[in-house]
């Protein structure tokens, strides 16, 4: 039986090619994915890493043999994939591993109208599937197979983004942009066409090898060369995308890296000045700024735990209009609930080219607080880790906790929180205050429980 537990995660199949997964893996994926989803027709796309038109070609072929249509979108963004499950009505599945090194590929799936397909929505019964098919053989296929047919929508992908953030009035803005090599390469030409913007374009090859640097942009080391390029240029901002386009991360006129906080509270301030009253979801790691500025501008705001499935699921449940994560996802409302990074960017552009001060200026009002960023620390007990932390802060006075998603301590002037990787043995901790000295000293105070 074949062991997928190192590639199934909770919201999607990503592994080493070809030693955890090849094409005939992904073919069985293909068939169980119509099984599971009951699908008649089913769309797929890909990355530009080199397995990932193989991959995705037996993906189809499986749809096929169990008498799925699939339409094949080809090379695209995540986000790219998700606006056509969402305009054409179909699941989809996209062949990327995102950020992650290039002998990585994996898949993110969802149902019809870009809705997530998670552990609990899918996921397990596809894995059983073909876990089973592994060991007993794959099912004959049907009698009347499905036809397998081409379909380029990055045209109508990106009129589509055009019609929801009007640029065309915006002063002109010089814009780096570092695509890593990866799918923003592909996507941004033809979103940004003809637009009063000065593109100044960083590594748009697509190249699964990722020959500059990883495209990961969380990882400081790998926005350096944009923030030089900006510093040099004098341009407006830079906008960095992570491998499969998904994600997008913004530095200023300075070259400086601007919170994924402070940009969904910009975007959040202008989705409510479009839809007043509306709700904003936003992760328990997010800044406070977040549900500040959505409340001061008339919106709910709805604090949920880390993960899109999530996000997505509290969106829908909600009707919320926008929601974001301190990881660069940005979700909307019409975009089908998906996140896209591309549309954040664009709300971006609109802030910054309706006025005329730079981009420090304008993203100050959003930024207001003192945050460590996501630390990291390797820990042989997650658990007992954990508890220890529980220990060390109940009961303290003007304390409270809460363990909606790990364990976030709160106090009047501070809050942390501590939440266990689901697949590595790693502790991640995320403080903010209202001054960097408060923060450094709950950093270092929960670092010392955490790595004692």
């Known amino acids: 039986m074949t062991d997928l537990s190192q590639i199934v995660k909770a919201y999607d199949v990503r592994g080493v090619v070809p030693a955890q997964w090849d094409e005939p893996l992904a073919e069985l994926f293909g068939a169980a ?18 397995s990932s ?23 695209c963004s995540t986000d790219e994939l998700y606006f056509a499950s969402g305009s054409l009505g179909l699941p989809g599945a996209m062949f990327t591993a995102s950020h992650n090194p290039a002998q990585y590929n994996g898949i993110k799936m969802c149902r019809a ?35 397998v047919t081409r379909h380029d929508v990055l045209g109508d992908y990106a009129a589509h983004l055009r019609g929801l953030v009007d640029l065309s009035g915006i002063r002109p803005l010089k814009v780096v ?18 637009l009063p913007l000065e593109l100044d374009a960083m590594y748009f090859e697509l190249d699964g090898s990722f020959p500059n640097h990883e495209a990961n942009p969380l990882d400081p080391k790998n926005i350096v060369d944009l923030q030089a390029r900006v510093r040099e240029t004098g341009a407006d901002l830079g906008l960095a995308f992570d491998g499969d386009a998904d994600r997008c991360f913004v530095v200023d006129e300075n070259g400086d890296p601007v919170s994924p906080s402070a940009i969904t509270a910009l975007v959040a301030a202008r989705e409510l000045a479009k839809h007043p009253g509306g709700t904003v979801i936003h992760n328990l790691i997010t800044s406070w700024s977040v549900p500040e500025v959505v409340r001061e501008s008339g919106g709910e705001p709805v604090r949920t735990r880390v993960g899109h499935s999530f996000i997505k699921e509290e969106m829908a449940t909600t009707g919320a209009i926008f929601g974001g994560e301190h990881s660069a996802h940005y979700y909307f409302r019409d975009f ?32 207001r607080y003192a945050a460590s960023g996501e630390i990291n620390s390797t820990v042989d007990d997650q658990t007992g880790r954990l508890a220890a932390i529980k220990t060390a802060y109940q009961g303290r006075d003007g304390v ?27 502790l991640r901790l995320n403080v903010e205050a209202r001054d960097t000295a408060t923060a450094d000293r709950i950093r270092d105070e929960a670092l010392a429980i955490i790595r004692g």
């Open 177 to 194: 942009v570092d695509a890593g090599n990866g799918m923003g390469g592909h996507t941004v030409p033809t979103v940004f066409a003809g």
């Open 33 to 50: 994915f119509v099984e599971v989803t009951a699908a008649d027709a089913i769309v797929i796309g890909h990355d530009m890493r080199p």
């Open 113 to 147: 109208g870009a809705a997530p397909v998670g552990q609990d929505t899918g996921l397990a019964d596809i894995r059983a599937l073909v876990e089973r098919w592994s060991d007993e053989g794959a099912p004959e296929p049907v009698a009347e197979p499905g036809t």
């Open 336 to 367: 089908w609930n998906a996140d896209t990074g591309m549309l954040a960017a664009m709300h971006v552009l609109a802030a910054l080219g309706g006025q005329q001060g730079p981009l420090s200026q304008l993203v100050a009002q959003y930024d």
């Open 400 to 426: 409270t906790l809460d363990e909606l998603d790990g364990l976030t301590v709160t106090a009047d002037d501070w809050w942390f929180n501590v939440r266990a990787s689901n697949t590595e043995p790693l």
């Open 53 to 75: 038109p193989g991959l995705s070609g037996a993906f189809a072929r499986g749809a096929a043999a169990r008498g799925a249509d699939v339409t094949q979108i080809g090379l």
